[in-house]
């Protein structure tokens, strides 16, 4: 069964760089999935950060594209997400994910249990 | 941008049926997944394509998908059902994911 975690700092000082790392188990990041990041603001509901594929491609929200980095380490079977120039804004809980395709349309099949990250002093 | 609209809450009693919609320009020409979101948990995947479950999930979930709008119904609801659910389409034009706004789904 496959298993994704996040992990990474809880608290972020307001301009600095948010770093989460999401570690795949029970499968290989190589095999032909993207591997996106998707968050949630308390009490909201849910925005797509940006997904990276298996050989390294890059896709990013055009909203968030000037500040996000999504990279893949595949000897380590991990993805991780840098987002910069963080503000209270950027408070929520952070959920790595794969990505599924189907008949050209795409899912997500597999959730990490997601991580709260709060930007503040 | 593709907008995706949802009811905020449909409440129901249990044992009775729910049926949560998700409104688009045209979203049937798209295929429709559908996530059940607990309080404090990470979404799950109950609905794909449509109309398909992925293992494990109860007939009682289903999906249908024509016009503007796709349905989650929900049969013989139980307690256990009460969640947010998130509809999501993948957006041809921009290449990107697009989420409603989710739905309550209180059971009373």
């Known amino acids: 069964q496959l298993q994704l975690q996040e992990s990474g700092p809880g608290l972020v000082k307001p301009s600095e760089t948010l770093s989460l790392t999401c570690t795949v188990s029970?499968?290989?990041?190589?095999?032909?999935?993207?591997w996106d990041w998707i968050r949630q603001p308390p009490g909201k509901g849910l925005e797509w950060i940006g997904s990276?594929?298996?050989?390294?491609?890059?896709y990013y929200n055009p909203s968030l594209k000037s500040r996000v980095t999504i990279s893949v380490d595949t000897s380590e079977n991990q993805f991780s997400l840098k987002l910069s120039s963080v503000t209270a804004a950027d408070t929520a809980v952070y959920y790595c994910?794969?990505?599924?395709?189907?008949?050209?349309?795409?899912?997500?099949?597999?959730w990490g249990q997601g991580t709260l990250v709060t930007v503040s002093s | 941008s593709y907008v995706l609209t949802q009811p905020p809450s449909v409440s129901v009693a249990p044992g009775k049926t729910a049926r949560i919609t998700c409104g688009g320009n045209?979203?049937?020409?798209?295929?429709v997944h559908w996530y059940q979101q607990k309080p404090g948990q990470a979404p799950v995947l109950v609905v794909y394509?449509?109309?398909d479950r992925p293992s494990g999930i109860p007939e009682r979930f289903s999906g249908s998908n024509s016009g503007n709008t796709a349905t989650l119904t929900i049969s013989r609801v139980e307690a256990g059902d009460e969640a947010d659910y998130y509809c999501?389409?993948?957006?041809?034009?921009?290449?990107?994911?697009?989420f409603g706004g989710g739905t309550k789904l209180p059971v009373l």
């Open positions: 994910t794969r990505r599924r395709r189907s008949s050209g349309w795409y899912y997500f099949d597999y």
């Open positions: 029970g499968g290989s990041i190589s095999n032909s999935y993207y």
């Open positions: 990276v594929y298996y050989n390294g491609n890059t």
């Open positions: 045209n979203i049937g020409s798209k295929s």
């Open positions: 394509d449509d109309s």
């Open positions: 999501q389409v993948w957006d041809i034009s921009s290449d990107h994911p697009v």
